[in-house]
Each structure stands twice: as structure tokens, then as C-alpha cells.
């Protein structure tokens, strides 16, 4: 990923996480979005990899952070060891 598309990644995110919110797409739309960028991405510009962090940015957004069990479970280990 190049820092140069970094704002334009988080556009990409927050523009399809808000399209989420408001129920215009689903989950499953993001990620055939995210397929056809690589797809087509890599047709067009086969040694861009700039692409793939496109495309991972539809699939983070149709991931629900939000929801109980995506959150970190942190527990104790017994004994205190591995």
C-alpha cells in the first residue's frame, strides 16, 4: 500500500461503512466489490498492488466491529503461563 492512497483509502472505508449503516448495500456486496477491484485492478494494471488496499478496505468496512463477538476476549491464562 502506498501512503499516498492512505486518504483515499479511508474515503473509500468510510463511504461504504456509512452505505452499510444506512442498509443501501450489504456485507456480501462489499466483498463482490472488493473482488471485482483486485479482478479488474489486476487486469488493468497487473504490477499496481495498490489495488489490494482498495479492495481491503471494502472488506474491512463489511466487517461488523461493532458486534460482541468481533470484539478481543481477554482472559487469564492459568498460572499465570503459556
Do not use: C, T
Not at 449503516?21 to 489486476?42: I, K, N, S, T
Not at 504490477?47 to 479492495?55: R, S
Not at 474491512?60 to 498460572?79: C, F, H, M, T, Y
Request: aromatic share 4%.
Amino acid at each position: 500500500m502506498s501512503d499516498d492512497n492512505a486518504p483515499a483509502q479511508s474515503a473509500l472505508y468510510l463511504l461504504a461503512h456509512a452505505l452499510l449503516q444506512m442498509r443501501v448495500v450489504e456485507p456480501d456486496d462489499l466483498v463482490e466489490a472488493a473482488r471485482a477491484v483486485e479482478r479488474e485492478g489486476a487486469r488493468d494494471d497487473p504490477y499496481n498492488k495498490d489495488w489490494d488496499g482498495f479492495a481491503h478496505s471494502l472488506r474491512l468496512a463489511a466487517r461488523d466491529l461493532d458486534a460482541q463477538e468481533a470484539r478481543p476476549k481477554l482472559g487469564v491464562i492459568d498460572g499465570g503461563k503459556a
